[in-house]
């Protein structure tokens, strides 16, 4: 049988191995089920969904509003909610996470550095209900009395949960930016201090600009991350629909309470748009918008991470 | 996809076959006896039991009309239309209590002088055309109101008690509440803030539960109120299963209607069975 083997593989090798082992089946045949799952489910949101673009169409994406009983579906004002919780964890997020990726990746001497990435990488193992309850116990009541020259409504606020989610995302921020710092060879740092450039100056001008692909790819998959928590967020945003701000940029509805796609989904409103067709396609919708956007923000993320970076002139 | 189904339906048989534990899913008002409960049978007759409250009362409804649990707990009476929606499931309703939904108010309010609300200004507020509690004999503050999720059995019993059916409530977009700790603690935590929520859960400390002014009569959900549904929000609440229950969850049901499930009832600050029947007057 080996013999055989080795007479099919040809001359020049020592040992062919077979063509079909049975452990390259099964990688196969996992490989395909997790990839089958991804466009399986896309399918079936996209299937689920069509009557409400059938009946819709594009006012189902850019429609203000949603009474579901009067049969209005219009998500943009979740679409906002969702994108100005994000922004607002990641404004808070990335420079502190990008700044305490440096601090670990170029300061730290290696024991103390793998023992803070494990603290800070411990935050992400945290459950995101115990952050909601933290918000609610504790964030929820502090910006409430603190704004209280603004008059917010409640502690219900964009803010809030904006808040909540810089805490969450930083440790997928610190990890990736510390990873991506740390895959910049030695030896140019080693060259740079050689020509007289101090520490600070290495890292500015060459550690960063090495891993700047690695770096936006961080604070992108920490975006995803943010774009999608559910639980937290629910717990101190206040679930209010149709909160679309009549000046996109004042910052007043940073204040006021909102609603995500992923609050909405969350809710107890599923359970009622269950067998109704309309409502249900409706609210499937704003899953595959969710899926698609969190499912660009980290194939960007992730391709930016492994684009070779042009060489550091 | 044919596969996918297939494969996930293989997944889904496999589970239902190891699982042999009791599944409960609902309101969390129904909750708090239902999980001390569970507890109790657990150590006397070593069941397994999940206590979960995903939903509110309509999550109840439609994991019991799915058949991913055995017991569905909700916080209101069963109506045809959730019956219709799972016209295989052949839901069924089994009453172990009764409860009112109050409107509960934050300290402050209920400290500048409101203690009562008609169902008048309960509409106005929903359709926010009253927007400062001075309307209602307070202070001058706004009103800051968290809206009981639709879908929670404590919003629709409110819902059909302000428009007579819930499906006529106007569309309305406010801060939503969904389980009742969320609701008391955002109330109690907000100056000016007003919610529904179950009357046990009024602690009068956190926050008060109003009474309602039906013309110059001031009703309040005193037991006696909600059992002869002297108070109009009185609600039962009910264990639901697919037919009549059988096997774990006849023994779950039994249990509840025994006399240490029914202790648990009036410990949670609701009506037992028997207070219902003593109390009740004959319906008008």
Known sequence: ?313 | MRILTVLFALGFTAVALRAEALKINGSTTVNLPVAEAAEDLRAEKEMEIQVDTQGGSSGGISSAGEGRVQIGMISKPLADEDKAKYPDANLTATQIGEDAVAIVVSPDVWESGVHAISKEQAQGIYESRIKNWKELGGEDRRIVFFNKEPGRGTWEVFANWAYGDHKKAPPASFPEVGGNEETRNKVSSTRGAMSQLSSSWADGSQVYALAIKEGDEIIEATPANIAGHKYAMSRPLNLVTRGEPGGQAKVFVDYMLSEPGQKLMVKHGYLSMAMLKADAEPAP
């Open chain 1, 1 to 313: 049988m080996i013999r055989a083997q080795v007479a099919a593989g040809g001359a020049g090798q020592v040992a062919a191995r077979p063509r079909f082992s049975a452990i390259a089946c099964l990688s196969w045949a996992c490989t395909l089920l997790a990839v089958a799952c991804l466009f399986g489910m896309l399918a079936l949101f996209a299937w689920q969904s069509v009557p409400i673009w059938e009946k819709e169409g594009l006012s189902y994406l850019a429609g203000k509003q949603w009474f579901y009983r009067n049969e209005i579906f219009g998500m943009l004002p979740m679409v906002y909610g969702s994108l100005a919780v994000a922004a607002i964890a990641l404004v808070l997020a990335a420079p502190v996470g990008l700044g305490a990726a440096v601090g670990i990746s170029e300061y730290l001497p290696n024991s103390l550095r793998l023992g803070a990435k494990v603290g800070i990488e411990l935050l992400a193992g945290v459950p995101s209900v115990v952050y909601g309850l933290l918000g609610i116990l504790f964030l929820r009541n502090w910006l409430y009395e603190g704004l209280d020259y603004f008059e917010p409504l409640s502690g219900d606020m964009l803010l809030t949960g904006g808040i909540l989610l810089a805490v969450m995302v930083l440790p997928t921020i610190v990890t990736l930016g510390d990873d991506a710092l740390r895959a910049v060879p030695f030896v140019h740092r080693q060259a740079a201090r050689g020509l007289g450039l101090t520490r600070g100056e290495t890292i500015l001008h060459v550690a960063l600009p090495q891993a700047r692909g690695g770096l936006i790819a961080a604070v992108l998959l920490g975006l995803g991350r943010a774009m999608g928590e559910t639980i937290a967020v629910f717990l101190v945003i206040g679930r209010q629909d149709n909160q679309w701000p009549e000046r996109l940029w004042s910052l007043q509805p940073v204040i006021e309470a909102g609603q995500t796609l992923t609050t909405k989904l969350g809710g107890s409103e599923i359970n009622i748009a269950y067998g109704t067709t309309l409502h249900w396609a409706a609210m499937v919708g704003l899953g595959l918008v969710l899926m698609l956007v969190v499912g660009l923000l980290t194939w960007l993320g992730a391709w930016l991470s492994r684009r070779k970076e042009p060489d550091a002139a």
